[in-house]
């Protein structure tokens, strides 16, 4: 079973950036998401890339601020995260797409404020 391992969250200021880095224990074939949680919510779709790195898809409240890749190499997928607003706080966490992995990593926690 592939181990998902979750990083780069922080505390940052509206209009700010991050990165968020995903690492895998093993191979990742196929698809690679970002998804995400917030207090009191049920966790979103963020964002997938395919296997090749090609034609990402967005959901439409990060399209525009967010970019998503991976490095094969490093069973890596990583979240640029620009022009953060509040209600990007969530926890984020990476999975496959759109079928996840049983287990779920512990996620990074993005705060945001106004």
């Known amino acids: 079973q592939v181990q998902l391992e979750e990083s780069g969250g922080g505390l940052v200021q509206a209009g700010g950036s991050l990165r968020l880095s995903c690492a895998a224990s093993?191979?990742?074939?196929?698809?690679m998401g970002w998804f995400r949680q917030a207090l009191g919510k049920e966790r979103e779709f963020v964002a997938f890339i395919k296997w090749s790195g090609g034609s990402p898809v967005y959901a439409a409240s990060v399209k525009g601020r967010f970019t998503i890749s991976r490095d094969n190499a490093k069973n890596s997928v990583y979240l640029q995260m620009n022009n953060l607003k509040p209600e990007d706080t969530a926890v984020y966490y990476c999975?496959?797409?759109?079928?996840?992995?049983?287990?779920w990593g512990q996620g990074t926690q993005v705060t945001v404020s106004s």
């Open positions: 093993g191979r990742t074939f196929g698809s």
């Open positions: 999975n496959r797409y759109p079928t996840p992995f049983t287990s």
